[in-house]
């Protein structure tokens, strides 16, 4: 399995970027999805998961700004991030995931995006 993340880059406070993880090597659509964000000195934590029949969940400091979609003609999950808050600044990765709100992800991480956001 392959996962490769892009979409990243440098905003303002307010600003938004939406973020796509391209998925190979294994069944995309029967798959849940899940995007991840990490900042230096603190464990990766889950920020949106969508199971492979389209239900949603966030990370609570997320929901009503965050919106992951799937694409699954194109093996590609997505995350639309609007009014970026500072505290958004992290790396996002994106992983195959079982569960919803405390999800386990399954494939060996990939390359994330970063995602720097400016006061």
């Known amino acids: 399995v392959q996962l490769q993340a892009s979409g990243g880059g440098l905003v303002q406070t307010g600003g938004s970027l939406r973020l796509s993880c391209v998925v190979s090597?294994?069944?995309?659509?029967?798959?849940?999805m899940g995007w991840y964000r990490q900042t230096p000195g603190k464990q990766r934590e889950w920020v949106a998961g969508?199971?492979?029949?389209?239900?949603?969940y966030y990370k609570d400091s997320v929901l009503g700004r965050f919106t992951i979609s799937r694409d699954n003609a194109k093996n590609t999950t997505y995350l639309q991030m609007n009014s970026l808050k500072p505290e958004d600044t992290a790396v996002y990765y994106c992983?195959?995931?079982?569960?919803?709100?405390?999800?386990?992800?399954?494939?060996?991480w990939g390359q994330g995006t970063q995602v720097t956001v400016s006061s």
């Open positions: 090597g294994t069944i995309f659509s029967i798959k849940g």
């Open positions: 992983n195959i995931i079982v569960g919803t709100t405390a999800p386990v992800h399954l494939a060996p």
């Open positions: 969508i199971t492979s029949d389209g239900n949603k």
